[in-house]
């Protein structure tokens, strides 16, 4: 999970638990709906301004909102962490579930070989 994603989905949470549609958002924090509705569904990044114009519209603190995004991405690494072991069987060479490696080349062209030789 991106963190894009992680906000999106808080910012959405919170919007519905005052009651107040997309468009409400949208006028009320100057922000366009178009844009609103990408960063939600976590496909833009919101940039710092944006995430403190959106918490004071939505009467919470940075701290808070940060808080909760931390709180989601927690919760949905847990779930990652546990997709294997639940529904990974027979996934791996040996049964146990999705392996990944990460490489961290020291030139970016050989990036591209180390992945497709995994």
Same mark, same amino acid.
């Given at each position: 999970?991106?963190?894009?994603?992680?906000?999106?989905?808080?910012? *959405?949470?919170? *919007?519905?638990?005052?009651?107040?549609? @997309? &468009?409400?958002?949208?006028?009320?924090?100057?922000?366009? @709906?178009?844009?609103?509705?990408?960063?939600? *569904?976590?496909?833009?990044?919101?940039?710092?301004?944006?995430?403190?114009?959106?918490?004071?519209?939505?009467?919470?603190?940075?701290?808070? @909102?940060?808080? *909760?995004?931390?709180?989601?991405?927690?919760?949905?690494?847990?779930?990652? @962490?546990?997709?294997?072991?639940?529904?990974?069987?027979?996934?791996?060479?040996?049964?146990?579930?999705?392996?990944? &490696?990460?490489?961290?080349?020291?030139?970016?062209?050989?990036?591209?070989?180390?992945?497709?030789?995994?």
């Amino acid at each position: 999970m991106l963190l894009r994603h992680a906000i999106g989905a808080v910012l *959405r949470r919170m *919007r519905l638990e005052r009651g107040k549609t @997309l &468009r409400e958002l949208s006028e009320s924090s100057r922000i366009s @709906l178009p844009y609103l509705s990408e960063v939600e *569904r976590g496909r833009k990044e919101a940039s710092s301004e944006i995430l403190a114009t959106l918490c004071r519209v939505l009467d919470v603190s940075e701290r808070e @909102l940060l808080a *909760r995004v931390s709180a989601e991405y927690a919760a949905v690494g847990a779930a990652v @962490l546990e997709f294997p072991r639940s529904v990974g069987a027979g996934f791996g060479a040996s049964g146990d579930g999705v392996h990944a &490696r990460s490489v961290a080349p020291a030139h970016p062209e050989t990036h591209t070989a180390q992945l497709l030789a995994a």
